[in-house]
């Protein structure tokens, strides 16, 4: 089996990809990670997705692929340049861009729980985890990324990787699959 091959890349991934390259941005979900949540919204239908930290929109270019005509993704960016392009790129009634901060929007949010939580921003991962898996529905997905070490990582960032790790090993309202495999994917299921 060769995992590389990949197919039906979205179509709008290489403009995606070249517009967030000329911003100087570094920070895109790599091919693994989208096929990969492409594969996991396809499973849920009628589903209502979050993405948390949207950049130019790659990873929401695979979720949106997975989505039937009934699905709807709510995605969050605080990068107005980033949220610009994947607005622009990716114009879909299905999806709804928020430019906000994230740690706010977590915060404040009171509205339907999500089947699947792509947390790809410190809110919703590394910060007000609880909030964000109080919104995961039994029987969701919640989907990190950037687990291996990364070369973008700061100094200290490995260990609050590790802590991270350990918290999410600790709960007994998540079932835990951890891959080596992409840039280090977790995914867990809310019991
Ligand atoms: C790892 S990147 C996301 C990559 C994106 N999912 C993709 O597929 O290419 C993290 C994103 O989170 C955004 N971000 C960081 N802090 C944020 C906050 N407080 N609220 C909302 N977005 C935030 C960054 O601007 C950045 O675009």
Not at 144 to 156: F, K, R
Request: proline letters at 4%.
């Amino acid at each position: 089996m060769e995992d590389e091959v990949l197919t039906e890349i979205p179509v709008r991934y290489n403009r995606i990809k070249d517009d967030t390259e000329r911003l100087s941005f570094q920070m895109n979900s790599d091919l693994f990670t989208g096929s990969l949540l492409k594969t996991l919204v396809a499973s849920k239908k009628s589903s209502r997705i979050l993405e948390l930290g949207t950049g130019g929109g790659l990873a929401t270019s695979w979720i949106l692929d997975g989505m039937d005509q009934q699905a709807k993704l709510l995605t969050i960016e605080n990068n107005a340049a980033l949220w610009e392009i994947a607005k622009e790129q990716l114009t879909d009634p299905r999806i709804e861009f928020l430019l906000v901060d994230g740690y706010k929007w977590l915060k404040d949010y009171q509205g339907e729980k999500f089947d699947l939580i792509f947390a790809d921003a410190m809110p919703g991962k590394y910060d007000l985890f609880e909030e964000t898996i109080h919104l995961l529905k039994a029987g969701g997905f919640y989907v990190i990324d950037d687990m291996l070490p990364q070369p973008n990582w700061p100094p200290g960032h490995a260990e609050k990787a590790d802590a991270f790790i350990k918290i999410l090993e600790s709960r007994r309202d998540l079932i835990l699959t951890k891959l080596k495999w992409s840039t280090g994917i977790i995914i867990a299921v809310k019991k």
